[in-house]
């Protein structure tokens, strides 16, 4: 059974930073390519950001880019944003999943995790 469990999400002030992760069980992940998505309270699950299965190549949604950076351990079957300078706006709840190639769109992933809130409020 694929499992994807996401973790690292919290409260943080505007500007601050946060790290999630996401360890996977069940896949040989570095077959994957693996995306990070997020969903705010009444809106459609957005894309974030994506990475290749060994990590030669990453995409960025246009509101994330500059401030995001996504990257994989492989060998720890563990991926991770890096969200840097963190605004009101990117309040969500925020899933990990894994395709076979690097897409944007959500039906282009074959698993999802169960997502992790990251609130950005003063």
């Known amino acids: 059974e694929v499992q994807l469990v996401e973790s690292g999400g919290g409260l943080v002030q505007p500007g601050g930073s946060l790290r999630l992760s996401c360890v996977a069980s069940?896949?040989?992940?570095?077959?994957?390519?693996m995306g990070w998505f997020r969903q705010a309270p009444g809106k459609e699950r957005e894309f974030v950001t994506a990475i290749s299965p060994i990590g030669r190549s990453t995409d960025y949604a246009d509101s994330v880019k500059g401030r995001f950076t996504i990257s994989r351990d492989n060998a720890r079957n563990t991926l991770y944003p890096q969200m840097n300078n963190l605004k009101p706006e990117d309040t969500a709840v925020y899933y990990c999943?894994?395709?076979?190639?690097?897409?944007?769109?959500?039906?282009?992933?074959?698993?999802w995790g169960q997502g992790t809130q990251v609130t950005v409020s003063s």
């Open positions: 069940g896949l040989t992940l570095s077959t994957y390519a």
């Open positions: 999943a894994a395709a076979k190639r690097v897409v944007s769109t959500k039906s282009g992933y074959n698993y």
